[in-house]
Structures are given as C-alpha cells and as structure tokens.
C-alpha cells in the first residue's frame, strides 16, 4: 500500500474488510468480512437515537523482527464486555472478540504500517443495537463489527508536549454514572467543549470529578498521570475509563524504578508535580506543558494555571516510559509481561 506511513495521523482509511458478526436467536453468527464499509440499518435502531453502543480500541504493530502484534486484546475484550453488560446487551466471548481483531489484522495488513514509522493499526470494535424501538429497555438484537485504520499520532507530534483546560461548566462524568465504561454516549457531549477548547489553543480538556470538582479525574480522550518526585501517581476514581495503557504503564513504572500511586489527586497537588501525561492507546502517552482552570470555558477568566514544561517539549520520566511501553509494542525491548498477542 502507498501511504505517507510518517504522516498518517489519526484518520479513517477505507481498509480491505470490516468484520462483522450478529447476535441472533442467542448466538453469534460466524464472522463474516465486508468489503463495502456501508451498513443498511432500520431509523428506529435503538443505536441511532439513544446511543445503545459500546466500543474498543487497541492498536496493532508491525515489530522489528516483521511479525505482527495486538497489544493486549484479552484486556479490550474484558472491557468489552463490562461496558455490554452495563447496557443490557450480550457480551461477546473473549475468544470471539480476539478472533475478530485477528481477522481484521489479517485481512488488512496491506494496511498495516511497516516497522519504522513509528505507526500502528488503530483497531476499533464496536457493539451496537440495531433492533427498531422507541421504549427504554435493552435488546439483544445487535450488531459486533471490528475495523481497522493505520495511524499515526493522535494530537500531530510525538512527544511535544501541549497545554489542557480545565472546564469549569462540563463535566464529562455523573457521579455513579457511566464514566468508568466505554459507551458511545459518553463522548458526544465532548464534542462541544472540545471545538472551544481547540479553538482557544488547548490540546486536551481536563475533567476534575464532578461530585465535589476537588480530584483530578482524566482527560477527554485519556487518562492522567502525573510524576511527582519518583513517583508515579495516577487517579483513583469510579468515573474514570480503566485504561489498558495506564495499566501498562504503570507496570513499566515499577519496572524503571519508580513508586506507584493509584489515589485521590487534588487539583492544587498540580503544583507539586513535576511532568505530567496524558495516555491511552490513541494518545499513546503525550506529555502536559501547562493545565489552566477556566471557570467558564467560553470566558477568558483562568483562575489557576500550573506549568510543567514549554509548549512542544518533555521531560524525562515521560520520555523513558514512552520509549519502554512502544518499545515492547515494537518489539525493541524485550515483553517480559506477554502483553504481545501474536497474529502472524
Ligand atoms: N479515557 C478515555 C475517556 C478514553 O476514551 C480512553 C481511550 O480508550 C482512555 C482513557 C485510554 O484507555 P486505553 O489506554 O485502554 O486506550
Ligand atoms: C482510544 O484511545 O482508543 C480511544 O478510544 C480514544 C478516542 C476518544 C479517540
């Protein structure tokens, strides 16, 4: 395939197949490979106007050596099925969900950039309702599909870092609401804030929880982390999403030497902080210059402003635990944890 593999962005590509399944009469049907990327769905699905559907996303690689790699698609495949079971439709199997990712590397590696560019697959499972109804109860009539688009960075640049808002009028999480699961629902209300945001020259929105506004709860697109004299703290919160990359990195953390904390993150404890980062598996890890509190996004009022480094540089500890965590994920450095899942 002739793709500029450094400058990919993170875009759709019209790949060779998406991988489709449906759940019929209490079971999946075999997956099957569609090539025209168009679905016909009924106006009354469930998914169009009450936004029944729950998605994934996890990245395959193309490691030093030539083989071919999903990074940790049990994890996706748990997470799957916790965000179908909080919204009442059948979870697909962990082998079937794995299956289907396979598939859709497989079938698409014409698509898959090659070693070097520091580039993956974005691969993006989604869950969704399409029986016709306009009551408000679940219905097991849906739709698995699994896509597949070569990416490059999500915010334009590797490793430079740029600054977050802090909102003071959105939240992005009720307080026992959704927030910890992946659903559809979650992220259309960021789409307006975020346009201000971007407008306003901020790369991220910081959202704090929204009970008390006290705690640091995770970004828009990712969670936090922050180092904090060797150590490496993170959010304890029951609305934010339980990243795979978090996880991973915190364990990378440890590996490097540094403490751990998974707690409670006041907002002024900023101050003490001496890199902060956003991860995910869009955003990879991509390190925080500045995050300033807006009591009203819209107005110009920033009440505080915290400051870890310039616009479009990083700091150490940011740096080494990028290069480790893509480094297992391109098999550069050795995967001590298995978190490589061989496709060929
Ligand atoms: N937080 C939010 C709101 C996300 O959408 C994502 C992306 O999946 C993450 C965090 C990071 O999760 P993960 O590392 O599993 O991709
Ligand atoms: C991911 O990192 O996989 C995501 O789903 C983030 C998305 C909001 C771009």
Excluded at 3 to 26: C, I, P, Q, S, Y
Excluded at 92 to 118: A, K, S, T, W
Excluded at 240 to 265: C, F, M, W, Y
Excluded at 296 to 307: C, F, G, K, N
């Amino acid at each position: 395939m002739n793709l500029d593999w450094n400058n990919l962005g993170f875009d759709v590509r019209k790949t060779n197949a998406v991988m489709v399944t449906r759940f019929v009469d209490g079971a999946w049907t075999p997956m099957e490979a569609d090539a025209s990327f168009t679905m016909s769905l009924n106006p009354y699905a469930l998914v169009m106007h009450y936004a029944v559907a729950c998605f994934e996303g996890l990245k395959a690689f193309r490691q030093k050596d030539g083989r071919v790699v999903m990074f940790r698609p049990d994890e996706n495949a748990a997470r799957l099925r916790r965000s179908a079971a909080y919204l009442g439709l059948p979870e697909p199997p962990v082998e079937l969900f794995i299956q289907m990712c396979e598939e859709c590397v497989r079938r698409n590696l014409d698509f898959l950039p090659p070693y070097g560019h520091g580039a993956s697959m974005y691969i993006r499972p989604i869950l969704m309702s399409v029986h016709p109804q306009i009551g408000l109860s679940p219905h097991p009539e849906v739709v698995f599909a699994v896509m597949g688009t070569p990416v490059g960075t999500y915010h334009g640049s590797t490793l430079k870092a740029f600054s977050a808002v802090i909102p003071g009028n959105y939240d992005r999480a009720a307080p026992k609401g959704s927030g910890s699961y992946k659903l559809a629902g979650n992220y259309a209300p960021t789409f307006r804030p975020y346009n201000i945001a971007h407008a306003q020259g901020y790369g991220e929105m910081l959202f704090l929880n929204s009970g008390t506004r006290e705690f640091i709860d995770e970004f828009g697109s990712s969670n936090f982390f922050a180092i904090k004299d060797g150590t490496y703290i993170t959010p304890l919160s029951d609305s934010v999403l339980p990243s795979i990359t978090n996880k991973s990195l915190q364990v990378v953390a440890t590996d490097l030497g540094l403490k751990v904390e998974k707690r409670h993150i006041p907002l002024a404890e900023l101050a003490d902080c001496q890199e902060v980062g956003a991860c995910g598996t869009a955003v990879v890890l991509t390190p925080i210059s500045r995050i300033d509190v807006k009591p009203v996004l819209e107005e110009a009022e920033v009440t505080a402003s915290y400051r870890f480094c310039e616009d479009g540089a990083v700091g150490p500890m940011c740096t080494k635990l990028y290069r480790h965590l893509t480094g297992i994920q391109f098999g550069e450095v050795e995967d001590i944890h298995g978190w490589c899942y061989p496709v060929c």
